[in-house]
């Protein structure tokens, strides 16, 4: 089952497409383009999408811009979506709440392997070099995937 993992952002946000076995697309993209594209395109799969989380905190505006994106993205895709909390992708990677962007990365890298190169390809990541906010996205993938689709497989 294909899972699209969306790292929600203000302006653009970063788009993961995984099967479970090897990243099938990845982008940075405008908001704008991605919302058009999800209108225009073929629901294909199950889409996750980080969800924002309050501790408590004052937040600025593009935490509420960012929100208001999350909301238009599940309102656009025609299919399943489930909402994830950072904390919990952590979890699930780390170990820790306390981990930051850098330490899931490494746990991604750790689990699949380092990014490819021309001499030493990975077949996870398809070719693709992952940039900043595409781990994020990838890490929400691999979550659904772990907690979700394998315990689904797991109980027939």
């Known amino acids: 089952m294909p899972i699209l993992a969306i790292d929600p952002g203000s302006e653009q946000s970063a788009v993961i497409e995984w099967d479970g076995?090897?990243?099938?697309?990845?982008?940075?993209?405008?908001?704008?383009?991605l919302l058009e594209s999800m209108y225009r395109g073929i629901v294909v799969g199950e889409m996750v999408i980080e969800?924002?989380?309050?501790?408590?905190?004052?937040?600025?505006?593009?935490?509420?811009?960012?929100?208001?994106?999350?909301?238009?993205?599940?309102?656009?895709?025609?299919?399943?979506f489930t909402r994830i909390y950072r904390k919990?992708?952590?979890?699930h990677l780390c170990g820790s709440i306390r981990a930051k962007d850098s330490n899931i990365s490494q746990a991604?890298?750790?689990?699949?392997?380092e990014k490819p190169t021309k001499l030493k390809p990975n077949p996870v990541y398809?070719?693709?070099?992952?940039?900043?906010?595409?781990?994020?996205?990838?890490?929400?993938a691999v979550y659904f995937y772990d907690v979700f689709v394998k315990n689904y497989i797991n109980q027939k």
């Open 126 to 140: 398809n070719g693709f070099k992952l940039k900043r906010d595409e781990w994020q996205s990838f890490a929400l």
């Open 88 to 91: 919990d992708v952590k979890m």
């Open 51 to 80: 969800m924002i989380a309050s501790y408590g905190m004052s937040v600025g505006a593009t935490v509420f811009e960012t929100v208001f994106w999350i909301g238009r993205f599940c309102e656009a895709w025609k299919g399943p």
């Open 108 to 113: 991604l890298r750790d689990r699949f392997g």
């Open 21 to 33: 076995k090897q990243i099938i697309s990845a982008a940075i993209m405008p908001n704008n383009e």
